[in-house]
């Protein structure tokens, strides 16, 4: 029997807002346990809860990127559960009348386009953070509750099962994230908790419409995590059916050390969240003009920007992809191509070289040492003929060192190209001469030997030598 | 009258006239406290240090020649379930027999404005929970009237005190009638204001949708400036109402000419006291007279007001109760091998009967297969009781009728039956179910001198009309006058 | 509605509490009698009635996203009933 995979996610973004969605407690990461804390948060009894207006606005924003309906009329409801994380035993939530529904993005698989439908999004709060005596839950005889986390806003963005390999839940994941940081309402800081992932997944026989049963595996913090551990589920739910069993519905962890999937302790009955309307927030009601002047208030999204890119410059699909994968570089992009910069070329140093530099100090193009002027002008140059492409990666290096513009880094270090026909062919004729032996070869039918003529050249002349000029010239006078 | 036995707009004014001291007024309270707390216990704290040193520091003021507020260097007293910070409040619950609340509930921060000399918390049906304040896990509290019986509830203290002369003036709270019905029963005036006109920040949640802070007074005219001082909006409460307060003392005057009173036909039949129907409508008699014109009226909804309150109430309950676990304030239970464990020991150690009866009812309201047929629904007919109103208010400016069913009753009489007892709440619960302002006057006294009070409701943020209504009547009448003779055993 | 045994104990579960065994049939019996009496709103007709959670038309309250000050840490932990180094310290939690 051959099996096909259903897949769905929910993902919790926090948003970055200055505050908690209730509380005027601040929500920087870092803070020294239980001091970004106060009645509100902890739940202490009387307290009430006020909305933060940002969290509302970053909600619809993000509904409107990816490209739900936002709900005039939405409410909060009261998620009952006791979990010591949670002060108040209950989590406030949106149950029935979330702000956004019916949204979706597409994705580039390696099969081609593929669109995932999003159900809904909704809002609501962050529990504590809970710190084991042992190594994990299960053998810890206490554990210390830190509040700070405790109403932090997050959006919770449910998928429907469109879902079908563990690559596509990744790609879901990432272009989700990159959509999320477009529109700033989220640092999607994977490794400070920032964006995580429940997943959703079950198997049904190829082309059957009956979905199987299910089994989730809650805070997946790493796009790695989500394919590896989607991999495992998949392949030991196929084992199970293969041999007759039924697949239990249930909660899963994922052990990244041990690459599995662990049946948690399996309850009775399921969680009775006793959804009830909170009474103590009243209704959010936005008018369609409040809608769309959010929606005239986004950047450009990736998906426009990356369209235009290809369309505008040219640019080819897989690089117009890896240019506008973060705002940060498409933006980056925008302004070298701005200061005078051909597209093309943008293109492939921001790939490249600027790339390569970043990733190895580890930091992002924000923080780049050559801003996108300076990138512009030196692209500019080389377009010109000033600069050889060569010559430009020692300009780039100085560049990234230095503050000076590149005109007066060629200027100072002399770096200017040499087209001159008359200095270069006393060079060629000068190699000519030092080299018999190469010039043997080649004459001989050795034609690569014309390479080492080329790289003397370059070399007297410090590189400065317009490289086809060399090439074409030493041609002439060898043939 | 006594100094312990005046208003606090006689004392105020004789503290402005520097006719008295508020150290003299505070003395005498405080021994009004030890001659008869033994026999009401309404406390449950007593901040005489705090009481003494703030009485001196207003006179100071005085003595400057500065000028006081009406409430300045006047002793009150403060229900236990609004957290005052510093002050132990317990919510007359064993689970918080230690919580001190690190911050002030809004209406105590709009009360130190005004610089009051406040006495201590006052005991209450635990969690506001209850119409007599037997359900308090301390002790019960008696009726200065007659100290066999119940003060009523759930602020049985607050209304006990003002009546037997412990406390100048009180705060309470009410749910389902937890201020008018023991002002009534202790013949003190008391006021349930519309739903968000005071901020419910700090006072701790039984529900949510119903609780709201109100003032026990010795006359109307304290209520009015109590009510000033307290009423507001508040940017710690969503559902506090964005709306002008207005100056309430203004509404103080004697006038009900042409005012139409309407007398629900549906609060008069139900095995009401005789007595209690007698005075109520013989106080709308008395208001006739003064050119009021009395209309009948239908409420057709009342009989499922009920229901729909032991719905509701203890659903918000349930959950608004569910932070009493044990994990990061409250009691905790001992000898628990996990949290589950130390959860359901705590809860089921340190609450009260009502108070587990009551959320197990709220859970079963709310949980899987029962939610629609009882807490949707209970929410539906919510809105029918509300419409009743809002169609009777076409008509009337005031609807006029009982505070409570009966006089104070005897102290364990009812207490074995809950469902006996939640009946009693059939002339109070409506208007809280529709969010309507309410305030009980003493109307009048049964055979045996136990005081009945008449409940005067109107519309929406028409407390202006109601403490007009009330005003009117009480000065024709001299029940605000009377004290309670402590004794009667 | 009669309130059954599993109905008792299912209620109990959700509300995090333990019924001593001498007192379950009090305890039924007391939830019954008021949730038969409840029942009464069965017979109220509110098929297109809309449920009110909220008395007044109150929408669209907020706050800005303006820091204020948290409490110190020693009174956010002033009534824990056991802490540990600026933590609340909590019992063996089993899965949930």
């Known amino acids: 029997m051959s099996y096909e995979a259903v897949i769905g996610l929910e993902i919790h973004s926090e948003l970055k807002t200055k505050t908690k969605i209730f509380c005027g407690c601040a929500t920087s990461f870092g803070a020294e346990h239980n001091t970004h804390v106060c009645p509100v948060c902890l739940g202490l009894p009387g307290v009430l809860p006020v909305l933060n207006k940002r969290v509302l606005e970053f909600a619809i924003k993000a509904g409107l990127a990816l490209n739900c309906k936002i709900n005039n009329f939405s409410k909060f409801d009261r998620k009952n559960y006791y979990y010591p994380d949670l002060p108040k035993n209950w989590q406030t939530s949106q149950y029935d009348l979330p702000i956004c529904e019916h949204g979706y993005v597409d994705i580039e698989t390696s099969k081609g386009k593929k669109r995932i439908r999003i159900t809904r999004i909704h809002m609501e709060e962050d529990a504590g953070k809970l710190v084991h005596s042992g190594n994990t839950i299960k053998d810890s005889e206490t554990s210390n509750v830190d509040y700070n986390r405790t109403g932090v806003p997050l959006i919770e963005i449910v998928s429907e099962p469109d879902m079908s390999t563990p690559e596509e839940a990744r790609l879901y994941m990432e272009k989700v994230k990159s959509i999320l940081q477009y529109i700033d309402v989220s640092n999607c800081k994977m490794e400070e908790g920032n964006l995580r992932a429940d997943l959703n997944v079950s198997l049904r026989p190829k082309g059957s419409d009956v979905l199987g049963t299910r089994t989730e595996m809650k805070n997946i913090n790493s796009f790695k995590a989500v394919e590896e551990a989607l991999e495992y589920e998949i392949e030991r739910q196929e084992e199970v059916l293969e041999d007759g069993g039924h697949i239990i519905q249930e909660t899963r962890t994922w052990d990244p050390d041990r690459g599995v999937t662990l049946s948690m302790r399996s309850k009775e009955n399921a969680h009775d969240y006793r959804y009830m309307p909170e009474p103590d927030l009243v209704p959010i009601i936005t008018s369609d003009e409040e809608i769309e002047k959010f929606r005239e208030s986004l950047p450009e999204l990736p998906d426009a920007r990356q369209a235009r890119l290809e369309s505008e410059y040219g640019l080819s699909s897989y690089d117009a992809g890896i240019i506008t994968s973060s705002r940060q570089m498409a933006e980056y992009f925008d302004a070298v191509v701005a200061a005078g910069a051909d597209a093309k070329l943008a293109a492939n140093w921001i790939m490249g070289d600027l790339s390569k530099n970043l990733n190895a100090e580890g930091i992002g193009i924000e923080e780049s040492p050559v801003e996108a002027q300076r990138l512009g002008e030196m692209i500019g140059l080389i377009s010109k003929g000033t600069i050889s492409s060569k010559i430009a990666k020692k300009v780039f290096e100085e560049m990234w060192k230095c503050p000076d513009s590149p005109e007066k880094i060629v200027k100072d270090k002399g770096l200017v190209q040499i087209t001159d026909t008359k200095a270069i062919e006393a060079i060629v004729d000068k190699v000519i001469a030092d080299n018999p032996k190469a010039v043997e070869e080649y004459k001989g039918g050795k034609k690569k030997a014309i390479g080492s003529l080329v790289g003397q050249v370059m070399k007297q002349s410090k590189g400065k030598a317009n490289p086809q000029m060399v090439n074409q010239l030493l041609a002439q006078k060898l043939d | 009258m006594k100094l312990f036995e005046q208003p606090a707009h006689v004392l105020h004014d004789m503290l402005v006239n520097k006719e008295i001291t508020s150290l003299e007024l505070t003395q005498a309270v405080l021994a009004r406290i030890d001659e008869v707390e033994g026999d009401v216990q309404a406390y449950l704290t007593i901040t005489r240090e705090e009481a003494l040193a703030k009485a001196k520091a207003v006179d100071e003021k005085i003595a400057k020649g500065e000028e006081i507020a009406f409430l300045e260097g006047i002793p009150g007293a403060i229900k236990d379930n609004i957290c005052t910070k510093g002050i132990k409040t317990t919510c007359a619950s064993k689970i918080l027999q230690k919580f001190v609340p690190p911050y002030d509930a809004t209406v105590m921060q709009k009360l130190e404005a005004q610089n009051p000399v406040v006495l201590g918390k006052t005991n209450l049906d635990e969690f506001a929970m209850g119409g007599s304040t037997e359900n308090s896990a301390y002790h019960p509290t008696c009726n200065p009237w007659n100290t066999d019986c119940v003060p009523g509830g759930s602020s049985g203290g607050s209304a006990a005190a003002v009546a037997a002369g412990t406390a100048v003036w009180a705060l309470g709270s009410d749910t389902g009638g937890s201020i008018r019905q023991p002002a009534s029963f202790c013949g003190v005036v008391g006021m349930k204001p519309t739903y968000g006109r005071v901020s419910r920040y700090g006072l701790v949640a039984y529900a949510s949708s119903l609780d709201q802070i109100g003032p026990i007074t010795k006359d109307v005219t304290d209520c009015a400036h109590i009510l000033n001082i307290i009423a507001g909006r508040d940017e710690m409460d969503s559902t506090s109402l964005d709306v002008q307060v207005p100056d309430f003392t203004k509404a103080l005057v004697q006038d009900v000419k042409g005012l139409k009173i309407g007398l629900p036909k549906e609060y008069f039949v139900k095995g009401m006291d005789p007595e209690v129907e007698a005075a109520v409508k013989n106080g709308v008699k008395e208001l006739e007279k003064l050119g009021a014109e009395v209309v009948e009226i239908s409420l057709p909804n009342t009989d499922y007001a009920i229901s729909t309150y032991y719905l509701i109430a203890p659903a918000e309950a349930a959950t608004n109760l569910a932070r009493y676990d044990g994990v990061s304030y409250g009691e905790r239970a001992e000898d628990a091998a996990d949290l589950v464990e130390m959860m359901t020991k705590t809860r089921t150690q340190y609450l009260g009967e009502e108070v587990k009866r009551r959320i197990m009812i709220g859970n079963y309201a709310l949980s899987a297969g029962y939610y629609d047929a009882y807490y949707l629904k209970a929410l539906k007919v919510r809105r029918l009781v509300k419409e009743d109103y809002d169609k009777a208010f076409k008509d009337v400016d005031v609807i006029i009728c009982p505070a409570a069913p009966s006089v104070a009753y005897k102290i364990g009489e009812k207490i074995s039956n809950p469902l006996e007892m939640y009946l009693q709440d059939a002339c109070t619960v409506p208007l809280n179910l529709a969010g309507l302002p309410g305030i009980s006057v003493p109307c009048g006294y049964n055979k045996d001198k136990m005081p009945i009070g008449m409940q005067i409701i109107g519309k929406a943020l028409d407390e202006e009309t109601i403490l007009r209504v009330a005003y009117t009547y009480e000065q024709s009448q001299s029940y605000h006058e009377d004290r309670a003779q402590l004794g009667g055993k | ?96």
């Open chain 3, 1 to 96: 509605m009669k309130v059954t045994k599993k109905d008792m104990e299912n209620v109990a579960v959700l509300s995090r509490l333990s019924i001593p065994a001498d007192k379950e049939e009090l305890y039924t019996q007391q939830l019954s009698d008021v949730l038969e009496y409840v029942d009464n709103l069965s017979a109220v007709p509110t098929d297109d009635i809309q449920p009110m959670a909220h008395v007044l038309p109150v929408s669209n309250v907020f706050r800005e996203d303006v820091v204020k000050e948290s409490l110190s840490r020693e009174l956010a932990l002033s009534n824990a009933p056991l802490k540990d180094d600026g933590y609340f310290r909590v019992p063996k939690v089993l899965e949930d």
